[in-house]
């Protein structure tokens, strides 16, 4: 069985299969609430003694190594697809995209490639923030373009290179120059890309069709302040990765919440309040993993229609208004109450998480700060390794069977035979580096949750900015920038 809990971790872990069935009934490992101790400390029992879903794949067909996947088939090593996902690899937080290898935060893309942030695009690759664009490399804050190479802040243009208008035979002529073919040759090219994006202006921070809204990347959203990766939400607050959703304040992850309080990682929910996984929920605290609308749970774990339930024990309802109050009461008094779950908590090290690609810190951080760390085992690697080919021509397909050395981290890791043939068809070389080192690149290379105060660098007025102002970018506020665009 594939699960996202190390085996080194004191969890009972089932699979999905046996998750949702209904021969196992989770209120069978309730214990009654103890006013003598921590309401951490039982909640940390209960949490080691009912069993743990062990992926979240929801109508899925042939998807390995996939965590979140919902409805979708063919899918391998890849997080948080839905909408019919469909052969996807190594791919992060998508909706709707098909045929797509190394993509992230994109929608409705098809056959690309090493994008971040794109929406409605096929066959493209190499590419930041690009919309409704095709047959196109190298592009950055483009909308549809089409047979572009090297491009930023285009609309509505083709056959350019470097900005600069072709004719067809020209580009076609001039693109047959700039090969990707080799190790070497790609990564001039994506110096080059990098340099020319560089020489242009950056808006300052992504925020389109808001009102009195406040943070980056974000769209359709009102009245509310340091969101960031945010859609069609309003009144939210400290906010980040989430769509469709209101009055919400210090959550992560989500979807369709409302009235939701320092929680992660749901779909749906009204009233969670310091929940992780309650996906469908309604008035929740302290709850982990519970689903099926459950409601009017207090420190639950691995719920299914659940209801009136403290620590996983059934309560009526009149038990549980009269409880829930003492409990809450006798938290405040040891300090417990108001504060999310503590870090040591967390069944992951800090550099596992998402939360490294957000804010890396070292190991010394780490244990200042109280986050967990997990030194990768090391002792089953392979101590022969099989060097990469420069070029893509000069690969078989025994490369699938081989062990591969990361460039940048060191890690071991495989090329797959379907990544292996997109990348034939692209006339790409294979990457160097593992999979985890792609994606923390990709990550890398958007908007922080975070902005700076700077000055515009054409009307010198002050703006928030996606970017610190040591940074090299032309960074110039939004009016700035659509007068240069248009």
């Known amino acids: 069985m594939i699960t996202i809990f190390h085996p080194d971790e004191p969890y009972i872990v089932i699979c999905t299969s046996c998750f949702w069935s209904d021969q196992w009934d989770p209120l069978t490992y309730g214990q009654t609430y103890d006013f003598s101790r921590p309401f951490t400390d039982q909640f940390v029992e209960l949490l080691h003694r009912v069993p743990l879903i062990g992926l979240i794949n929801l109508n899925t067909e042939k998807s390995e190594y996939c965590h979140r996947i919902f409805s979708g088939r063919n899918n391998y090593l890849s997080f948080i ?142 009245e509310s302040t340091n969101i960031f990766d945010f859609y069609e939400s309003e009144r939210m607050v400290h906010c980040a990765q989430g769509e469709v959703s209101h009055d919400c304040m210090d959550c992560f992850g989500f979807g369709k919440g409302e009235f939701c309080y320092e929680s992660t990682s749901f779909m749906g929910g009204q009233l969670l309040r310091f929940c992780i996984d309650c996906t469908t929920g309604s008035d929740m605290l302290y709850s982990y993993s519970c689903f099926q609308n459950s409601e009017h749970c207090f420190g639950c774990v691995s719920l299914k229609r659940g209801s009136y339930c403290i620590l996983n024990t059934q309560y009526t309802q009149e038990e549980y208004e009269s409880l829930v109050p003492k409990i809450i009461a006798h938290m405040r008094y040891i300090g417990e109450w108001g504060s999310f779950f503590p870090p040591s908590l967390s069944p992951y090290g800090y550099n596992e998480t998402e939360g490294a690609t957000f804010s890396a810190v070292s190991e010394e951080q780490a244990a200042r700060l109280g986050l967990r760390w997990r030194i990768p085992n090391t002792q089953h690697r392979i101590q022969q390794i099989a060097s990469i080919p420069d070029r893509i021509t000069d690969v078989v397909d025994t490369i699938v069977d081989t062990i591969l050395h990361c460039a940048a981290c060191g890690k071991q890791f495989k090329i797959i035979l379907q990544e292996l043939n997109f990348l034939r068809d692209l006339k790409v070389a294979l990457p160097t580096c593992c999979p985890d080192c792609r994606h923390r690149t990709r990550m890398a290379s958007r908007a922080p949750f975070q902005l700076w105060k700077r000055n515009c660098q054409k009307c010198s007025k002050e703006m928030d900015a996606s970017y610190a102002p040591e940074r090299p970018e032309i960074v110039y506020c939004e009016n700035c920038y659509l007068a240069s665009v248009y």
């Open 81 to 222: 697809a839905i909408f019919e996902p469909e052969n996807l690899y190594y791919t992060y937080y998508t909706i709707s995209c098909k045929d797509c290898v190394d993509v992230t935060n994109c929608q409705y893309c098809e056959r690309c490639y090493e994008l971040t942030d794109s929406e409605r695009c096929y066959q493209c690759a190499f590419g930041n923030r690009i919309k409704n664009c095709r047959d196109s490399m190298f592009l950055e804050d483009c909308v549809g373009c089409s047979h572009c190479y090297r491009c930023k802040n285009l609309h509505q243009k083709s056959y350019c290179i470097e900005n600069k208008q072709y004719s067809k035979e020209a580009y076609e002529a001039e693109i047959h120059t700039k090969h990707l073919d080799s190790i070497a040759a790609l990564a001039q090219q994506q110096k080059m890309a990098q340099n020319f994006h560089l020489t242009l202006p950056h808006r300052a921070a992504v925020r389109i069709n808001c009102e009195y809204a406040t943070g980056a990347n974000i769209y359709n959203c009102r």
